[in-house]
């Protein structure tokens, strides 16, 4: 099994970034063992979602731990067979945790609607 979170550094211990497409990094971990590795995510332009979920994919991964979901985000985990698990936040090795102590829910659709995680800075 190996879990994907989104997190804002590169360890167990930074935060969950809430963004999925537009993530800081991905945490890449196997719960049972915790070993894992970060990958820095510098998505382009447009289509985050769907390069970062390709990335996921790339990576093995078989759940995402994130804070929100986008439709295009959504449809390319689901077409690779990734369950998208949303809501989450706090520190990266708590929702590992939680994870594996049977908290959460994956999701059946996306979270939040088209282009949620841009800023306009």
Known sequence: MKLAVTATGPGL??????RFGRCKYF??????????KAVDNTPAGGGAGIAAGQLLASH?????LTGDCGPNAYQVLSAANIQ??????GK????INAYKAGQFKAIS????QPHHG???K
């Open 13 to 18: 211990d930074a935060d969950v970034d809430p």
């Open 27 to 36: 945490i890449f971990v196997n719960p049972d063992t915790l070993e894992f």
């Open 60 to 64: 093995g991964a078989q759940v995402l």
């Open 84 to 89: 998208v698990i949303t809501g989450i936040s």
């Open 92 to 95: 990266v090795m708590d929702a």
């Open 109 to 112: 659709q996306p979270s939040v």
């Open 118 to 120: 841009l800023t306009t």
